[in-house]
T-cell receptor
Framework: EAGVVQSPRYKIIEKKQPVAFWCNPI?????LYWYLQNLGQGPELLIR????????DSQLPKDRFSAERLKGVDSTLKIQPAELGDSAVYLC?????????????FGPGTRLTVT | QKEVEQDPGPLSVPEGAIVSLNCTYS??????FMWYRQYSRKGPELLMY????GNKEDGRFTAQVDKSSKYISLFIRDSQPSDSATYLC????????????FGRGTSLIVHP
C-alpha cells in the first residue's frame, strides 16, 4: 500500500514569491491534515479536512496561507506571499476517520527555504 | 511554558543499552498518549499509543503513563543503531480534540 505522497520534497524560493505544496493521502482515508514543523520542534497543526470540509483551520494564517481539498482526495497548501519565517517542513498526514485511536500516517514532508 | 515539555537531547548511548525517554505535560485533561519516531528527512511514524495511565509493551518498546504526575516515558531495550532517530511524544483528548499536541522531540544516537 502506498503511503502519503507529498511533492515537491524540497523548494527554495525568494521572499514575496508564491509557493504550493501537494499531498496525496492514503487511499480511503477521509481525514487529511497539514502540519508545520520548525527545526527542532514538533509538528503543529495548520488545517484538518474531513472529506472536502475544512473542520479545523484555527491555526492557519489566513492572510497568506490557503488550502483546498477538491473531491475529498488530494490537497494543496499555498503560501502567497512567502516570508522568511515560513522556512520549515510542511507535513501532510491522513487517517481513516480522524477519531480517537485513529492512527495518523505522515508523508515525508516538503522542506521550504525562503531566502 | 509549553503544554508538553521534552528534553531535545541529544541522548547518546552504546548499542545494547536501555534507553529512557520522557515527557511532562501540564494539561491534566489529556487522555491519549503517543510516541512517534522520526528519522532524518522523513515524517513521524507512530510507535506506541496508550490510553490513560499504565504500561504498554510492544517488542523492545515499553510506554508508561503516570497521569498523577503528568509524566510519560518510553523505554527501549537492547537499543540498536537503527533506533537512532528523533522521538516525539504527543498527547490528545483534551476538550474533545483528538489532534495531537507534540513535544519538541528527543534526538537519540545509538552508537555501535
Amino acid at each position: 500500500e502506498a503511503g502519503v505522497v507529498q511533492s515537491p520534497r524540497y523548494k527554495i524560493i525568494e521572499k514575496k514569491q508564491p509557493v504550493a505544496f501537494w499531498c496525496n493521502p492514503i487511499s480511503g482515508h477521509n481525514t487529511l491534515y497539514w502540519y508545520l514543523q520548525n527545526l527542532g520542534q514538533g509538528p503543529e497543526l495548520l488545517i484538518r479536512y474531513e472529506n472536502e470540509e475544512a473542520v479545523d483551520d484555527s491555526q492557519l494564517p489566513k492572510d497568506r496561507f490557503s488550502a483546498e481539498r477538491l473531491k475529498g482526495v488530494d490537497s494543496t497548501l499555498k503560501i502567497q506571499p512567502a516570508e522568511l519565517g515560513d522556512s520549515a517542513v510542511y507535513l501532510c498526514a491522513s487517517s481513516l476517520e480522524g477519531q480517537r485511536g485513529d492512527e495518523q500516517y505522515f508523508g515525508p514532508g516538503t522542506r521550504l527555504t525562503v531566502t | 511554558q509549553k503544554e508538553v515539555e521534552q528534553d531535545p537531547g541529544p541522548l547518546s548511548v552504546p548499542e545494547g543499552a536501555i534507553v529512557s525517554l520522557n515527557c511532562t505535560y501540564s494539561n491534566s485533561a489529556f487522555q491519549y498518549f503517543m510516541w512517534y519516531r522520526q528519522y532524518s528527512r522523513k515524517g513521524p511514524e507512530l510507535l506506541m499509543y496508550t490510553y490513560s495511565s499504565g504500561n504498554k509493551e510492544d517488542g523492545r518498546f515499553t510506554a508508561q503513563v503516570d497521569k498523577s504526575s503528568k509524566y510519560i516515558s518510553l523505554f527501549i531495550r537492547d537499543s540498536q543503531p537503527s533506533d537512532s532517530a528523533t522521538y516525539l511524544c504527543a498527547m490528545s483528548g483534551a476538550g474533545g480534540s483528538y489532534i495531537p499536541t507534540f513535544g519538541r522531540g528527543t534526538s537519540l544516537i545509538v552508537h555501535p
